[in-house]
């Protein structure tokens, strides 16, 4: 069952075409990695998705609604919540009220304690600092409090916007775990954007490549992860390859999927 639909999505800033006519879908439950050098268009496609950009051409279906033309209010609402590029996160507020701001569209008191809980739950170490300032916490702690704050939302669709940027091999491993954890116990389907190929599709299902605004590369991640080398020449644009797909699977990543920490070094 498909969740999210991409069809010939074109954007851009101004004179800069940014994207050129992505497609690609999610089915619900799975985890899809979405991958590309800089610049590739990485960002602004999931903006596109809620609504931080409006798409030039082409559409956005969620759930067989149309997102494109919906306020970034409006699509949260719909179950889409996106965790930005650069924990983004309010320095200023406390770890509780950083996770409040993550409901706001909410208006379900018990419903939303209990995702604060299950958000503890999965971040025990956040509990413990919950009065204190985010912008005190480390790293990765901040990002951990940015993906808590997009699941206060409840969404059914999580877009993660490089997660593991600039975090230590063991923190994005046990990211990574939480992001399975948060797949399985409540079926959350993910589009993960990172520059980390290797840690994105061992815990994806299925995966695309961006070049220069339009997907270079398609396929189950198992496959993707065979032909890393034809995966390198897409990135950096020596030839262009499209790997045939497969239907897309649903999410089968597990936290036991998850290599050593030592193997995680290898971008
Ligand atoms: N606010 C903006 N104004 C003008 N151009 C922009 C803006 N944001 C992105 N771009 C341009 O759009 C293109 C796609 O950028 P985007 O941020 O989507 O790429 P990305 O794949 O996320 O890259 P990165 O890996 O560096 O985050 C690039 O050429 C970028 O320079
Ligand atoms: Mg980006």
């Given at each position: 069952m498909t969740l999210l639909r991409l069809n010939a999505v074109h954007a851009g800033y101004g004179a800069v075409r940014?994207?050129?006519g992505v497609s690609l879908q999610v089915d619900q439950g799975a985890v899809v990695a979405l991958l590309g050098a800089n610049g590739a268009g990485k960002s602004t496609t999931l903006k596109c998705i809620s609504g931080m950009v409006h798409p030039r051409g082409g559409?956005?279906?969620?759930?067989?609604?149309?997102?494109d033309g919906l306020s970034p209010h409006q699509i949260v609402g719909l179950g889409v919540a996106h965790?930005?590029?650069?924990?983004?996160?309010?320095?200023?507020l406390t770890v509780t009220q950083n996770l409040r701001m993550g409901a706001y569209t909410r208006a379900d008191r018990k419903g939303v304690a209990r995702d604060m809980d299950f958000v503890f739950a999965l971040f025990p170490w956040l509990r413990e600092r919950a009065a204190q300032r985010g912008g005190l916490l480390s790293g990765g702690d901040q990002q951990m409090l940015a993906i808590g704050r997009g699941l206060m939302a409840r969404p059914r669709l999580l877009l993660l916007d490089e997660p593991s940027l600039g975090l230590a091999p063991m923190i994005v491993a046990s990211l990574f775990r939480v992001l399975a954890t948060i797949n399985k116990e409540q079926g959350t389907a993910l589009l993960i954007v990172e520059q980390?190929?290797?840690?994105?599709l061992r815990h994806a299902t299925f995966g695309y490549v961006l070049r220069l605004g339009e997907v270079a590369v398609r396929g189950p991640a198992w496959q993707l992860r065979d032909s890393r080398q034809e995966m390198l020449d897409s990135y950096f644009g020596v030839e262009r390859h499209i790997v045939s797909p497969r239907?897309?699977?649903?999410?089968?990543?597990?936290?036991?999927?998850?290599?050593?920490?030592?193997?995680e070094r290898e971008a």
């Amino acid at each position: 069952m498909t969740l999210l639909r991409l069809n010939a999505v074109h954007a851009g800033y101004g004179a800069v075409r940014a994207l050129r006519g992505v497609s690609l879908q999610v089915d619900q439950g799975a985890v899809v990695a979405l991958l590309g050098a800089n610049g590739a268009g990485k960002s602004t496609t999931l903006k596109c998705i809620s609504g931080m950009v409006h798409p030039r051409g082409g559409s956005i279906e969620f759930d067989g609604q149309r997102l494109d033309g919906l306020s970034p209010h409006q699509i949260v609402g719909l179950g889409v919540a996106h965790v930005p590029e650069g924990r983004k996160i309010f320095k200023d507020l406390t770890v509780t009220q950083n996770l409040r701001m993550g409901a706001y569209t909410r208006a379900d008191r018990k419903g939303v304690a209990r995702d604060m809980d299950f958000v503890f739950a999965l971040f025990p170490w956040l509990r413990e600092r919950a009065a204190q300032r985010g912008g005190l916490l480390s790293g990765g702690d901040q990002q951990m409090l940015a993906i808590g704050r997009g699941l206060m939302a409840r969404p059914r669709l999580l877009l993660l916007d490089e997660p593991s940027l600039g975090l230590a091999p063991m923190i994005v491993a046990s990211l990574f775990r939480v992001l399975a954890t948060i797949n399985k116990e409540q079926g959350t389907a993910l589009l993960i954007v990172e520059q980390n190929a290797r840690v994105a599709l061992r815990h994806a299902t299925f995966g695309y490549v961006l070049r220069l605004g339009e997907v270079a590369v398609r396929g189950p991640a198992w496959q993707l992860r065979d032909s890393r080398q034809e995966m390198l020449d897409s990135y950096f644009g020596v030839e262009r390859h499209i790997v045939s797909p497969r239907p897309c699977a649903t999410a089968n990543a597990s936290p036991g999927s998850a290599r050593p920490a030592s193997q995680e070094r290898e971008a």
